[in-house]
């Protein structure tokens, strides 16, 4: 039997179970490889980035204008601070319910 070149498998973090590299979803537990923030995570951060910049504003007493502006830069900063933290690939936990296909 031919064995697997060393660089080309990996463990799963969730059912540490063999899997090769290049894998998007474990074929064990259904755990998968994601690139990029999800869809809650941006909306989370740029919820708050739209937030807390009037707020401030308006706290400060520099006006509704300026409080408008604040909550478009920091909708993008919250957009872009989703992007960065998470820019890596990373596993996300398997879906309640899944069972391996047959």
């Given at each position: 039997m031919i064995e697997p070149i060393?660089?080309?498998v990996e463990q799963c973090p969730f059912c540490h179970?063999?899997?090769?590299?290049?894998v998007e979803i474990c074929p064990h537990?259904?755990?998968?490889r994601r690139f990029g923030p999800t869809l809650r995570e941006s909306l989370l951060t740029f919820a708050v980035g739209v937030s807390v910049g009037p707020v401030f504003m308006l706290i400060i007493g520099a006006g509704v204008q300026l409080a408008v502006l604040a909550a478009a830069i920091g909708g993008l900063l919250g957009f872009f601070v989703a992007?960065?933290?998470h820019a890596?690939?990373?596993w996300m936990k398997p879906p309640?319910?899944?069972?391996p296909p047959e």
């Open positions: 060393a660089g080309t179970r063999t899997i090769r590299g290049t537990c259904g755990a998968e992007h960065s933290r890596g690939d990373r309640a319910g899944w069972t």
